[in-house]
C-alpha cells in the first residue's frame, strides 16, 4: 500500500505562481507513485493546523510547498511526530531547503522526497516561537519588518529596503547570557543559526548544522559603513567567520537582553518581540526528508557554485530548451 502524502501549498508564499505549477506538481507526483492530497492556505497558521491535523491523521509525510515561512508553520505542526517533512521550495528565499541540499526545483526536489532518505534535525525556539533557520535581532530583523509592509517579494525588493533600511537604523546594546558569560555588545544585528544560511545563498552561519543538536550565535559588531559593506561581503563568500568584526558562538541556550521591545524575525518572516528573549535548541525532534549526500561547506567556492546553479536553473525556466524531435 503506497503510503499517504499531504501536499500544502501556500499560494501567497515566494515569486512563482502556484496557481500555475499545481497541474506539473500533479503529474509528477502521480508518475512518482505518490499516493496524495492537495490543501491550500487560507491565512496565517493555517499551514500549522493542516500539519497537525495530517499528523493525527497519520499522515507518512507533509510536504510544504511555499517558502521559509510556510516550511516554519508545517514544521511547527510535525515536531515531536513520526509524520515527516518534506519541502517543495518555491519560496524567495528557501534557506531550509538551500541548506539541506534540496533543489529549488519542482521535478529535483520530489525526487530526494521519493528516495525517502529521513534525518533526525534539531530546531531553535526564542520566547517558545519555533525557527528552524534563522532568528535574528537587529538590522535584519528591522529589514524584515520593512519588507513585510511590502506587496511584492523577490531579491530587488530584498536589496531595495536593504540599503533604505541601512541609511536610517542605530545599532543597539544587548546582553547576552551563553555558556556561563555575560558578553555586553553595541552590536548590528544577532542571529542565531540553527542551519547556515538566511535563504539565497546568503551564509550568516556557514558551518552550522541542523543536527548537532546546538545552535550557532553570530554577532555582527557595530562599525561604520566600511566594515558592514565587508560583513555583507563576507555574508555572500562563506567567510564571515575570518571577520574581525564577528563572533560566532555555538550552545545549545542563550539569552539576548535588550534595552526596550522590538523588531525579530523568526525564518525571514517578522515580529515584535520582548526585550528579553530565551533562545533553546530541541535536538532531532523534526523528520525532514534529506538528500543522502552531503556537501562539505569550502568558502568562496560552494557560494559560487551555487550561484551559477541559480543562473541556470533561472535561465532554464525562461528559455525552456526543447530539442529537436528525432526522425522516424
Known amino acids: 500500500m503506497a503510503k499517504p502524502f499531504l501536499v500544502i501549498v501556500n499560494p501567497a508564499s515566494g515569486t512563482v505562481a502556484k496557481l500555475r505549477i499545481i497541474p506539473h506538481l500533479y503529474k509528477k507526483m502521480t508518475e512518482l507513485g505518490f499516493d496524495f492530497d492537495i490543501a491550500f492556505t487560507k491565512g496565517a497558521g493555517h499551514a500549522r493546523e493542516l500539519a497537525e491535523q495530517a499528523a493525527a491523521d497519520g499522515r507518512y509525510a507533509v510536504l510544504a510547498c511555499g517558502g521559509d515561512g510556510t516550511v516554519n508553520e508545517i514544521a511547527s505542526g510535525l515536531c515531536g511526530t513520526d509524520t515527516i517533512l518534506g519541502i517543495i521550495p518555491t519560496g524567495s528565499g528557501n534557506g531550509l531547503a538551500r541548506h539541506l541540499g534540496i533543489p529549488v526545483d519542482i521535478n529535483r526536489s520530489l525526487k530526494v522526497i521519493a528516495a525517502d532518505n529521513v534525518i533526525a534535525a534539531d530546531y531553535g525556539t526564542a520566547n517558545d516561537k519555533p525557527f528552524f533557520c534563522t532568528f535574528g535581532v537587529g538590522f535584519d530583523a528591522a529589514v524584515s519588518e520593512r519588507c513585510a ?65 546546538e545552535l550557532d550565535i553570530t554577532i555582527v559588531h557595530a562599525g561604520n559603513f566600511f566594515t558592514h559593506a565587508i560583513a555583507g561581503i563576507d555574508i555572500l563568500t562563506g567567510l564571515i567567520r575570518n571577520n574581525t ?22 525564518d525571514g518572516d517578522a515580529l515584535s518581540m520582548d526585550r528579553v528573549i530565551d533562545v533553546k535548541c530541541h535536538p532531532g525532534r523534526l523528520r525532514i526528508f534529506a538528500p543522502t549526500n552531503e556537501t562539505r561547506f569550502k568558502p568562496i567556492l560552494t557560494p559560487t557554485v551555487l550561484f551559477f546553479r541559480d543562473i541556470v536553473l533561472s535561465m532554464a525556466r525562461l528559455l525552456p530548451i526543447r530539442l529537436p524531435a528525432r526522425k522516424k
Open 245 to 266: 568584526f564577528v563572533n560566532t558562538i555555538r550552545t545549545s541556550s542563550a539569552r539576548i537582553i535588550r534595552k526596550t521591545p522590538g523588531a525579530a524575525h523568526l
Open 149 to 213: 509592509r511590502e506587496k511584492r517579494r523577490g531579491i530587488i525588493m530584498y536589496l531595495r529596503n536593504t540599503v533604505s533600511e541601512y541609511m536610517k537604523f542605530c545599532p543597539e546594546e544587548y546582553d547576552i547570557e551563553v555558556n556561563g558569560e555575560i558578553i555586553t555588545d553595541r552590536a548590528f544585528l544577532v542571529v542565531c543559526c540553527n542551519a547556515s544560511q538566511y535563504g539565497n545563498n546568503a551564509f550568516i552561519a556557514p558551518h552550522a548544522s541542523v543536527t548537532d543538536g
